[in-house]
């Protein structure tokens, strides 16, 4: 007669975080003389290099799982919230990321429903969720659908152009050559998106993300110009980009909106969605509390299309690629129109066709001679040994 042993339960050991960050270049032809939008938009011309916050957790098995906090300029915040409060939550408990993320939610919710908080609960539920498919020794998305999908596609999202015509046609053949059929601006003037649709051709996907810029009505005026243009969706049109219910008047005037990158945890993007203010949802997987968030968007919505929100390089690109294969929607990843110096991970290029390892967890297997060419800053922090935390 066989015993079956029970595994040992495993506990979070560790958390590594390290702060990466790569050149790259959006191969503009010229500078914008005038951008219209802030320095704080990782769009924008000011940003010659991009940032990833990754933890890195361990098992007392010795199980290592990957995740990535949103960051870009906010990655100070975010390290402090990480350093401080909540990797140092998480040591020593079960390594169950459904679990540890209820108490983390409940534990820190004086803190705010969104921000550098919840980023960082974002990359150790990654992180968990990584260990978890490696326990079950399935793919992560297998884990979460047995149906899930091996590849996915991709739409070329385009950085901004200064709302230059010429450029924006320019990017636009440049995304073409490398086999994009769908595309996402970031401009906000009718010259430059309609340059993009006469490049693009009448039938192609074409999505137009504005940041928050307008009020209700300088939006419904864009929105009526924008009509003849048949965008996919028209990203966050207002600010604030919580204001649902002026959200659901505009949602009735023609363009589908999309949003929920920047709602306030799942909450408040259901609530946006109950109000019918999106017609397409984006939650962001390193910034509204990893999969376990995410969880309620595998399967469809009686009213909108769920497409995730990636502008990410590390293993929150990887997870939003695992997550999307998982959905029963077939939908495509974003994938940033960027060139890189080097690339950390077999994934990281922009590509139109994403096919998925087959390893058990995220399959994130960076290049660590490249992670530690272009490492920040390292920091370990251990369980129950706290005079071991430091600075490598």
């Not at 916050?53 to 361990?58: E, G, N, R």
């Not at 949103?70 to 915040?77: A, C, R, S």
């Not at 993009?196 to 039938?203: N, P």
């Not at 077999?346 to 998925?356: F, G, K, N, W, Y």
Request: with cysteine.
């Amino acid at each position: 007669m066989s015993v079956t042993v029970p595994r040992p339960v495993q506990t979070v050991e560790s958390v590594e975080l390290l702060r990466v960050r790569m050149p790259f270049s959006a191969a503009r032809s010229t500078e914008a003389a005038n951008e219209s939008i802030d320095e704080f938009n990782a769009s924008s011309q000011t940003f010659t290099a991009m940032e990833s916050l990754m933890a890195k957790v361990t098992t007392s098995e010795g199980l290592v799982g990957w995740g990535e906090a949103f960051g870009h300029k906010v990655n100070d915040v975010t390290w402090a919230a990480l350093e401080s409060l909540v990797a140092p939550f998480y040591l020593g408990k079960p390594a169950d990321p459904e679990a540890l993320h209820d108490q983390a939610q409940r534990a820190f919710h004086a803190f705010g429903r969104t921000g550098p908080v919840l980023y960082a609960i974002s990359a150790l539920d990654i992180a968990l969720w990584d260990i978890k498919a490696q326990i079950a020794e399935k793919p992560l998305r297998k884990l979460l659908n047995p149906a899930a999908r091996d590849s996915i596609g991709a739409y070329a999202s385009l950085v901004h152009y200064g709302e230059d015509p010429a450029e924006v046609t320019r990017q636009i053949s440049r995304a073409q050559q490398q086999g994009f059929g769908a595309f996402k601006l970031h401009e906000s003037s009718y010259p430059a998106i309609a340059a993009a649709r006469m490049q693009a051709g009448a039938g192609a996907p074409l999505m137009v993300d504005v940041n928050c810029r307008w009020n209700e009505a300088d939006a419904a005026e864009a929105i009526d110009s924008f009509l003849p243009l048949n965008l996919r969706w028209l990203e966050e049109p207002l600010w604030p980009p919580d204001a649902v219910e002026a959200h659901a008047r505009l949602a009735l005037r023609g363009i589908p909106l999309a949003g929920g990158e920047n709602a306030s945890g799942t909450e408040a993007l259901d609530a946006a969605l109950t109000a019918r203010a999106l017609d397409v949802a984006q939650p962001s997987i390193g910034k509204i509390g990893g999969f376990s968030s995410m969880l309620g968007h595998l399967h469809p919505h009686p009213t909108a299309l769920v497409v995730p929100h990636c502008f990410y390089y590390g293993p929150a690109q990887v997870a939003t690629a695992q997550f999307i294969a998982a959905m029963d929607d077939d939908v495509p990843l974003e994938a940033p129109l960027l060139l890189w110096e080097e690339h950390l991970h077999p994934l990281h290029a922009a590509r139109p066709v994403i096919e998925l390892p087959d390893t058990p967890g995220l399959g994130f297997a960076p290049d660590m001679e490249v992670l530690e060419r272009h490492l920040v800053d390292r920091l370990v922090l251990v369980a129950a040994q706290p005079a071991a935390n430091a600075r490598i």
